[in-house]
């Protein structure tokens, strides 16, 4: 395989130790109270590297329950693009709709709709790859992408 894109996400593999700070409830487009906590990660290849399983966890969030996430991203070396899943012990049985998008360098930039917390809600998530201390973002936009507000950044550093 020529496609060197489909190891762009090769820098989250391995484990970290994760802090969040995250908006305490990030269905509420008015809320301005922001929590952190610590959690861990662990990610590693699956499908002849051209995608992979991402699972974190955060056994003390001050926001809620512990929980259990898992992510899985898949790179279509057609389009040169990523598809990334995310399911959580929080929403029991529910796989949220894809985020889709690509790196340009070291940032990557992913984009979807979903419906949440009754509203409709079109979300990025940005990935800064460090391979030491990789960065996540994710903002919401409640007006249809006219304007993006920031709700939760993870900061890996490697263990």
Known sequence: MGDTGSHEF????????????????NTDPACTEWVEFEGGSKAFPVLGELGHVHIL???????????????LRLYDPA???????WSSTRAPGRLDPPMTGRFTG???VFHGSD??????????FEWHADPENPRWEQSFSWDGGQSWRLNWVMSFSRR
Do not use: M, S, Y
Request: aromatic share 12%; no cysteine.
């Open 10 to 25: 090769d820098f989250i593999f391995g484990q970290f130790h994760v802090h969040h700070r995250k908006l305490r409830d």
């Open 57 to 71: 966890d955060a056994p003390a969030p001050p926001d809620g329950e512990p929980f259990e996430g898992l992510t």
């Open 115 to 124: 419906v949440i917390g009754g509203n409709p809600v079109d979300l990025r």
């Open 106 to 108: 070291r940032h990557g």
């Open 79 to 85: 389009t040169g693009t990523w598809g990334i899943w």
